[in-house]
T-cell receptor, first 117, second 114 residues
């Protein structure tokens, strides 16, 4: 079974609808991240959470909100979807407690392809 | 803050030919550098990383990258590509004071042709 799962894998919705994308992990990691991928722009950070009570905005948080329901679950919501939120969305996790050299590897889910009409 | 530029959005190459995917970064502090690979319909996987030590780093599938501090580059190379290397490759950077946050380049689509 995959360590980081995302649901749904594909979603088509209409402008103005509320959408929730979900991410679950079985890796036991404390940190979780949401990115969006657009052609030519790479991945950009939307929100990140260092633990259940620590949630922070990323580079492009406008129009999005998140919820960290448990250490293993991190959901991304689009309160009122608009067409320029059409993108591929990735969840990632990392473990701050592992010994390292100042960086803890991020592990990515398979992505959710969202289309807003 | 850091930034990453991948100079080529697409690189077509024939099978068994060598390839270089270019990556340049900017940062005012010491950095850690990464290459991620995204195969079709999959998430990103870490291909290789530079944290410290030897400036030449290698992956298990024949790719290598060299950290060049003076040129602020971290180009990815493979001497002989396979059809299975067809994927999108992302260069990424973080810094010791960046709280584990990654900054990604725009990606390079490697297309290996038979």
């Amino acid at each position: 079974d995959a360590d980081v799962t995302q649901t749904p894998r594909n979603r088509i919705t209409k402008t103005g609808k509320r959408i929730m994308l979900e991410c679950s992990q079985t890796k036991g990691h404390d940190r979780m991240y949401w990115y969006r991928q657009d052609p030519g722009l790479g991945l950009r950070l939307i929100y990140y959470s260092f633990d259940v009570k620590d949630i922070n905005k990323g580079e492009i948080s406008d129009g999005y909100s998140v919820s960290r329901q448990a250490q293993a679950k991190f959901s991304l919501s689009l309160e009122s979807a608009i067409p320029n939120q059409t993108a591929l969305y990735f969840c990632a996790t990392s473990d701050s407690r592992l010994p390292g050299q100042g960086y803890n590897e991020q592990f990515f889910g398979p992505g959710t392809r969202l289309t807003v009409l | 803050a850091q930034s990453v530029t991948q100079l080529d959005s697409q690189v077509p190459v024939f099978e068994e030919a060598p390839v270089e995917l270019r990556c340049n970064y900017s940062s005012s502090v010491s950095v850690y550098l990464f290459w991620y690979v995204q195969y079709p319909n999959q998430g990103l996987q870490l291909l290789l990383k530079y944290l410290s030590g030897s400036t030449l780093v290698e992956s298990i599938n024949g790719f290598e990258a060299e950290f060049n501090k003076s040129q602020t580059s971290f180009h990815l190379r493979k001497p002989s590509v396979h059809i299975s290397d067809t994927a999108e490759y992302f260069c990424a950077v973080t810094a010791w004071d960046a709280g584990n946050m990654l900054t990604f380049g725009g990606g390079t689509r490697l297309m290996v042709k038979p």
